[in-house]
């Protein structure tokens, strides 16, 4: 196994490290390994698929919409 040092790395990243380490339950050590390794590992590059991007960044709307009260709205103000 290697050992890396890490020179000049601002306060806050160290801070962010030592927070999600914290909140993880491991060491700082083994957080910035674990960042790392999925940093530079071949999946990490990879697209999302159309299933992940749901999964990840769809919501329910708070309140119904209504789609073609919101289309001729647009419509109208197009002409204005």
């Not at 890490?6 to 060491?27: F, M, P, T, W």
């Not at 709307?61 to 204005?80: G, H, I, T, Y």
Request: no cysteine; hydrophobic share 40%; aromatic share 4%.
């Amino acid at each position: 196994m290697a050992t890396l040092t890490i020179r000049n790395l601002d306060d806050k990243v160290k801070q962010a490290l030592r927070e999600q380490a914290a909140k993880h339950g491991v060491s700082m050590e083994e957080e910035v390994r674990t960042v790392l390794t999925k940093a530079v590992s071949p999946n990490a590059r990879r697209k999302l698929t159309a299933e992940e991007i749901v999964a990840k960044y769809a919501r329910t709307p708070d309140k119904p919409v209504d789609q073609k009260a919101l289309s001729d709205a647009m419509w109208d103000e197009s002409f204005e």
